[in-house]
C-alpha cells in the first residue's frame, strides 16, 4: 500500500521561500506520476504541478509557473516543491499525490489514488 508523508510546511512573509517534501513508501510501479496540490479554505482541492517518474516531464498551473519547482529523488523515494517568492494567496494546505501510469500524468485530482494528509504553509503580507 502507498503510503506519503508530507513535511516541510509552515509561516512565512510574502517574497519568501518554501521547500516541502514527501516520503513515498510502498510504491511498486515501476512508473508512475506524483504531483502537489493545494486547498485553501473555501476553494477546491488543485494539483498545481506534476512530475512524471521515468521521463521527469513536469507541468505547472499558470498560478505557480516561474516560482515552484517540483522534483523527484527516486533514489530516496522523496518528492519535493521548492516554492519560491511566496504571495499571499499560495497559503494552503499542501497534498502530494500519487498515481501508477502506463502513459501520461494530468492536472486532474481525480486522477491521483494516493494521498498525503496534508502540511499547511501560510504566507503573510
Known amino acids: 500500500q502507498v503510503q506519503l508523508e508530507e513535511s516541510g510546511g509552515g509561516s512565512v512573509q510574502a517574497g519568501g521561500s518554501i521547500r516541502l517534501s514527501c516520503e513515498v513508501t510502498g510504491y511498486t510501479n515501476s512508473r508512475y506520476c506524483m504531483g502537489w496540490s493545494r486547498q485553501a479554505p473555501g476553494t477546491e482541492r488543485e494539483v498545481i504541478t506534476f512530475?512524471?517518474?521515468?521521463?521527469?516531464?513536469?507541468s505547472y498551473t499558470d498560478s505557480v509557473k516561474g516560482r515552484f519547482t517540483i522534483s523527484l529523488d527516486s533514489s530516496n523515494h522523496t518528492l519535493y516543491l521548492q516554492m519560491n517568492n511566496l504571495k499571499p494567496e499560495d497559503t494552503a494546505m499542501y497534498y502530494c499525490?500519487?498515481?501508477?501510469?502506463?502513459?501520461?500524468?494530468?492536472?486532474?485530482?481525480?486522477?491521483?489514488?494516493?494521498w498525503g494528509k496534508g502540511t499547511q504553509v501560510t504566507v503573510s503580507s
Open positions: 512530475i512524471h517518474s521515468s521521463s521527469g516531464f513536469t
Open positions: 499525490a500519487a498515481r501508477g501510469t502506463s502513459g501520461y500524468c494530468s492536472h486532474a485530482r481525480t486522477f491521483y489514488n494516493s
